[in-house]
């Protein structure tokens, strides 16, 4: 669908119906989209939302880009995202829960799932099992990053549809960004971090506020996680310290279950 | 080449009628490491007393004054069925930068070599250069100092006015006739013979105090002899290929280049962003075919390019000594330690 008379560079652009989804979340990426007032007009202006629970109270089915935000964890969840697959001509995953599980997926490392139902849950009938990101169910064509997401990356990612834009992410960790910020190293202060090994696109959020990365974006292409294991140690970082971080947002598992495993092989 | 003498209290006086009219920047204390060892960095400074200049060594280089960073090389404003271009160098007014140690100065005469040379000027670079005033100050060598290797611990050029403390003055050394004319704003002294004495013995106090030493004979020979060297692998295999190295080095220019477009649709930009040849992209081209990519050959044409290619055109090489790469290098990567490691006969 065109967007009436708007233009870039003399070319007329599409202004595609976009539909916001929630899954297992906190919701907190979508309210990320809302929360930046200053750019809300011009973010309306590109893109038609037909679908926003969090946002308005009309609904659609028809729109071509899906932003879909949260994990999932139940059967009826599985339809609800195989409905929306089928709908959508794009199909995003909105933020950690959506790309790696997020901090829900912390339940899979429970050895007993029917344990952890009947402590969080208590008697109450809750259908819940192992939590997956959306990829596991469906196929994702785009993924963006971060628990939660940087409003100013999503709407890159929009503008960059809308233009026809290539969309890319950087490669490289989070210590760019860090550095070029000028942030003092928190290994300079005794802290850990998974900056060196976690993609970029954050502008370091969390270390620029003194707190060390938690990987909530994943790895960054080729991260060297031996060296990020051996300096962490070097550093009397402990290895259940090194795996709170790896774990919590699920985006390392590879190499979390595979450190590990490597631990229970060494104290059985 | 022209000395004064200055008390001490006469520069607080300087820095005063320079800060009143003029953007300063220079060493300020930022915090304290786990160790208690204090933390320095380059930034804006309106009081004297906020000034560091004894400072042991900033984090970060006096870099991003002349190379930001992040720098928009041209905006676009595009209309109907037209656009625009918009060039700023984004350098909107003089700068005094008040207390540069050698090895810093050493960096910018080296970029200058690159970025004001005749092949390929950059005028961003060169507009905030041409535009800063530069007054250097001695250093206390620290450990991991080896700019005397680099042939980077004495600042012959490339600075207004060069200061060295001498206990109750300063020893200045005059380059230009606006560091001369700040100076009439002031009480100066010509030196006596004592204050020579004096400056002798600082500098013979100040040589005593380098123990990092890098063996630079027939380097370049050895660096070509050992391209396939294992040594590299090794180095490779520690390198987190964050950026850190390129990030505080004082003479790592390379970038990239992005254009965006923003919401509305009516403006863009052309950004360059520092990059560093040790990131995993570095020399992926289009069709998304990577020249480089295992992080150890990354890590060995960094060494070639400060340490072989730059001597040979231009008889010095890229790196000045300062130290701060292995210095913040995570996995402990350091200059002296790789190129002991490639001249080693073992």
Known sequence: ?268 | MLFKVIAKEELKRLFELLASSHTVVGPVKTGRDRTGLPLYAFDEVERFEDLSLDYAMTKIPAKRFFLPYREDMAVFEMRKDDWNKKVDYNMDRPRIFFGMHPCDINALNRLDKVLMGETYPMPYYIAKRQNTVIIGIDCTPRPYCFCRSMAADTALHGFDMFLTDIGERYFAEILSDTAFNFLRLIKTAEPAGEDHVLYKKAAAARNERFVTQVDTTDLMKILDMEFQSDVWKQWGDKCLSCGTCSNVCPTCYCYSVEATVDLKLTTARKTKMLYSCNLIDFAEVAGAHNFRPERHIRLKYRYYHKHRGFVEAYEESLCVGCGRCGESCLAGITVPEVIASVRSTL
């Not at chain 1, 929306?84 to 997926?105: D, E, H, P, T, Y």
């Not at chain 1, 300079?188 to 003194?210: F, H, Y």
């Open chain 1, 1 to 268: 669908m065109l967007n009436s008379g708007r233009t870039y560079l003399g070319v007329p652009v599409s202004r595609p119906k976009v539909g916001f989804f929630d899954f297992s979340s906190c919701e907190g990426c979508q309210l990320q989209m809302v929360n930046n007032e200053s750019t809300l007009l011009d973010f309306l202006a590109l893109v038609q939302i037909v679908n926003f629970r969090e946002a308005m109270t009309g609904e659609s089915d028809d729109y071509d880009i899906a932003f879909v935000e949260g994990s999932i964890t139940r059967p009826d969840e599985v339809d609800r995202l195989q409905a929306i697959r089928s709908r959508a001509k794009v199909l995003v995953a909105l933020g950690s829960c959506a790309c790696f599980g997020g901090v829900n997926q912390l339940k899979n490392r429970f050895r007993d799932l029917p344990w952890v139902k009947e402590t969080v849950y208590g008697g109450a009938a809750v259908e819940t099992d192992v939590v997956r990101p959306l990829h596991d169910v469906v196929t994702v064509d785009l993924m963006i990053y971060g628990c939660p997401v940087r409003k100013e990356e999503v709407e890159k990612v929009v503008t960059n549809i809308a233009i026809g834009k290539e969309i890319a992410y950087p490669k490289y960790p989070v210590c760019m960004e860090c550095k070029a910020n000028e942030n003092i190293c928190l290994f300079d202060l005794g802290e850990a971090c998974l900056g060196p090994v976690t993609r970029a696109g954050c502008g370091a959020w969390c270390p620029g506020s003194r707190a060390g990365c938690w990987g909530c974006r994943g790895p960054a292409d080729d991260p060297n996680m031996e060296q990020m294991k051996r300096l962490m140690q070097e550093r009397g970082i402990s290895e259940e310290m090194i795996l709170d971080r790896l774990e919590c947002f699920g985006g390392f598992c590879e190499f979390s279950d595979a450190l590990r495993a490597e631990m229970s092989k060494e104290n059985p």
